[in-house]
Nanobody, 125 residues
Framework: QVQLVESGGGLVQAGGSLRLSCAASGRTFTNFPMGWFRQAPGKERDFVAAITWASPYYKDSVKGRFTISRDNAKNTVYLQMNSLKPEDTAVYYC????????????????????WGQGTQVTVSS
């Protein structure tokens, strides 16, 4: 049984930083896409970042502030979030896929097969 477990969320002031982690178990995702999405109250789940075997991809509004990385030995993906803004407040979800993607194909939630339970990130102004 595949499980994705996120951690690292919390409350931070605007301008602060958080690092999210997502540990996968039950399947190895080396070189397969893993991503981060977020969902604010009353809004749809929205792409944040993804990482494949070749490249990272980012939502425009987080470029230069967020960095996605992975440790294949630990089957874990990270999201370093700097210069946080109140509009970054949401539940953040980790996702993993069984197929390959590139570019815009990596930002569709329907592409991903596995999801974590989510971790709350709240940025106060």
């Amino acid at each position: 049984q595949v499980q994705l477990v996120e951690s690292g969320g919390g409350l931070v002031q605007a301008g602060g930083s958080l690092r999210l982690s997502c540990a996968a178990s039950g399947r190895t995702f080396t070189n397969f896409p893993m991503g981060w999405f977020r969902q604010a109250p009353g809004k749809e789940r929205d792409f944040v970042a993804a990482i494949t075997w070749a490249s990272p991809y980012y939502k425009d509004s987080v470029k230069g502030r967020f960095t996605i990385s992975r440790d294949n030995a630990k089957n874990t993906v990270y999201l370093q979030m700097n210069s946080l803004k109140p509009e970054d407040t949401a539940v953040y979800y980790c996702a993993a896929a069984r197929a390959y993607c590139s570019g815009d194909g990596c930002d569709d939630p329907a592409f991903y097969n596995y999801w974590g339970q989510g971790t709350q990130v709240t940025v106060s102004s």
